[in-house]
């Protein structure tokens, strides 16, 4: 738990057409982080960028649009132990923004390239892009547009530490066909969680590469998630 602000924390710089705000945040020993804002007010024409302190990873533009109904944001994962975040606000709109991070999280695995996620799951979880028959081919032909519903949701765990697990999952049709995305996971996944959470990331396109990569392709999102149902089966 943190209280990080513009009016707290980090430096303004000027730059043409308005002035940057940064700050760095470090965790020793982190193999990702990522943050969650309680509070973001983005005015017109502003934005905000993370990324990590060897430059290898960006996460940006972020603008109000992606922000939750709270104008809260829960980022992804950046690989490293340290992060900058510059947010850039228009001489025109000079002031009004604001900015609030009640968490940084310290991911003690990587998200980003797990070697040890690999191949861990049950015989009847099949990996299409590498099955068990060899034939690589004809399972990514007969099974790539369904390998597009795979995610992965980075889970609060809804306890007083602020730590987070993540888990799998895919998403669902309707049968109005109308694109309500709806998502099925594990119940124990989220069981823990009130009927609406703002602070999940949803990593879609969630799956390898190729079968001799053992990187992964994905996008994210973290606008809020409602809980429509959940089930125990004994």
Same mark, same amino acid.
């Given at each position: @738990? ?17 002035? +940057?705000?940064?700050?760095?945040? %470090? ?65 025109? +709109? ?51 547009? @369904? ?25 669902? %049709? ?61």
């Amino acid at each position: @738990e943190v209280n990080i602000t513009i009016e707290s924390n980090g430096e303004w710089t000027s730059v043409t057409g308005g002035r +940057v705000w940064s700050v760095k945040i %470090s965790s020793e020993g982190a193999q990702t982080i990522n943050l969650f804002f309680d509070k973001l007010e983005l005015p017109q024409g502003s934005s905000i960028y993370i990324y990590n302190s060897s430059h290898t990873m960006l996460q940006g533009p972020i603008v109000g649009g992606y922000l939750s109904s709270e104008n809260t944001l829960a980022t992804d994962v950046i690989a490293g132990s340290s992060i900058i975040i510059e947010y850039f606000e228009p001489k025109s +709109v000079a002031g009004e923004g604001s900015l609030s991070a009640a968490r940084v999280i310290h991911g003690f695995r990587n998200l980003i390239n797990d070697y040890d996620l690999v191949g861990n799951s049950l015989e009847c979880n099949i990996d299409f892009v590498c099955p068990p028959d060899g034939n690589e081919y004809s399972w990514v032909r007969d099974w790539e547009e @369904e390998s597009n519903a795979v995610v992965m949701l980075i889970v609060p765990s809804g306890g007083v530490g602020g730590e987070y697990s993540y888990c799998s999952g895919a998403m669902l %049709s309707n049968i109005y066909q109308d694109y309500t995305p709806f998502l099925l996971m594990a119940n124990h996944c989220v069981s823990h969680l009130p009927e609406y959470t703002n602070d999940m990331v949803v990593r879609f396109g969630y799956k390898r590469t190729s079968c001799q990569d053992e990187t992964y392709s994905y996008y994210s999102y973290s606008k809020g998630v409602n809980k429509r149902v959940g089930t125990v089966f004994n």
